[in-house]
């Protein structure tokens, strides 16, 4: 695998790699790289002949300073995972590269309605963040596929509704959320949890799990979401949300609909997990 930092260096063997034929996949990332990652490259590999990944922690998408300061940069063993899938390039630009007239400069991509609530509501500019760096990405990478994890289910929905919008000739393919044996979703924010806390972080997952079955017994929503809440409260959790929404366009789960998708968001500890459960239920939601 090689590494490049710069975007001409990425542009130079991405054009030799399509002038010789190949399809070009693309796994953008932060870098911290776990299993769930690695499904990403698999994926790609299976799908593709070329897999881009980047590594790039970037400011833009963090509305809190010291959760960007303190996020794990692991460059080195990031690459050792990266080479033992077969990827074949890692773009690790730094943050003049990407943003050489500063951040307050950068024109800034906006996809309404679907990054607005949830954890657009929770980390405001978050989403800006996002769709903006994976804009100029995939216009730096120009992948034919790019492939991201469905535990971030509103940010594929932002990037679906972006490179629809906006006309990206890109295939945005969502792989299925990777999860330890516990069923605690793979994140790299599982690593700020303490022993103990690591023990319970699987509540978040098994509190989802229960909406759906309350759902399915004939709950009501409104039941179902404040049983929720407080069953993480037990759990040591400390909620920033759980909603029931469509599961085709995110859009609020109202009553009949049965393909729905039940998303969370807590704190442990030191760590906020997001997780989400898509359903099809037996009655809709009543
Ligand atoms: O999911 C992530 O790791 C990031 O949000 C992404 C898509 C790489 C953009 O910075």
Request: charged share 20%.
């Amino acid at each position: 695998m090689i590494t490049v930092h710069t975007i001409a260096e990425l542009r130079e063997h991405v054009r030799n790699a399509r002038m010789s034929g190949k399809r070009i996949g693309f796994v953008p990332t932060m870098g911290n790289l776990h299993a769930g990652h690695i499904s990403l490259v698999d994926r790609a590999n299976a799908e593709t002949d070329y897999v881009v990944s980047s590594i790039f922690v970037n400011p833009l998408q963090f509305n809190d300073k010291t959760d960007l300061q303190r996020y794990p940069r692991t460059l080195p063993q990031d690459q050792e995972k990266l080479a033992a899938a077969d990827c074949d390039l890692l773009f690790a630009p730094d943050v003049d590269e990407m943003y050489p007239n500063g951040q307050d400069e950068q024109s800034i991509v906006h996809v309404p309605v679907v990054s607005e609530g949830l954890c657009g509501g929770s980390r405001p500019g978050h989403f800006d963040g996002v769709s903006t760096v994976v804009t100029k990405l995939f216009n730096q990478v120009l992948p034919d596929a790019a492939f991201f994890g469905e535990k971030d289910f509103q940010q594929v929905a932002v990037i679906k509704k972006m490179v629809n919008d906006l006309c990206i000739p890109v295939e945005v393919v969502t792989v299925p959320t990777a999860r330890a044996e516990d069923g605690l979703a793979l994140s790299s924010r599982n690593g700020y949890l303490t022993d103990e806390e690591r023990q319970l972080a699987t509540g978040l997952y098994k509190t989802l799990n229960e909406i759906a079955d309350a759902l399915n017994a004939g709950e009501s929503l409104e039941n179902s979401l404040s049983a929720a809440s407080l069953r993480l409260e037990e759990r040591g959790f400390r909620p920033d949300y759980v909603e029931v929404r469509s599961a085709t366009d995110l859009s609020p789960a109202v009553s009949g609909v049965a393909e729905v998708v039940i998303l969370g968001a807590a704190f442990l500890g030191n760590a906020r997990l997001i997780d989400n459960l898509v359903v099809t239920l037996n009655r809709g939601i009543v």
